[in-house]
């Protein structure tokens, strides 16, 4: 019971306080991209637009940066949405043939 954020030490006559709840921001996480010889560029490309809304320009440096230096950044999100998008790039690119890992950071 007092290990429990809702509560405190203090008597409140039974009153939860849960402002600290209320400004409790959530843990986000980086959604890495890995290169890897085999994926086109141009799917890579196509991947960041359309799972995370990127346009051409931002796409194409993103999928440059991944390409010359190993891995970058796709997105920042929160965990849920970070894993769903992680495993519907993976699945799409496995259906379309292509090696394309990623995978979560904390932040
Ligand atoms: N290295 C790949 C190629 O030369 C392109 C690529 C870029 C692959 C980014 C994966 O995450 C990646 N075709």
């Given at each position: 019971m007092s ?12 009153v ?9 921001k ?5 959604v890495?991209?890995l290169n ?12 960041l637009q359309r799972f ?7 796409a194409?440096?993103?999928m440059?940066?991944v390409?010359q230096?190993?891995?970058g950044v796709c ?6 949405v970070?894993?769903a998008k992680?495993?519907?790039?993976m699945?799409?690119a496995?259906?379309n ?11």
């Open positions: 290990n429990d954020k809702r509560f405190d030490d203090d008597d409140n006559g039974g939860i306080l849960d402002k600290k709840i209320e400004t409790q959530p843990a986000l996480y980086r890495l991209m890897d010889d085999y994926t086109p560029m141009e799917f890579v490309v196509m991947v995370f809304g990127h346009n051409t320009e931002a194409q440096r993103i440059l940066h390409h230096r190993g891995v997105g920042i999100f929160t965990y849920e970070a894993e992680a495993d519907q790039v699945t799409f496995r259906k043939e292509h090696p394309l890992q990623l995978q979560l950071e904390k932040e």
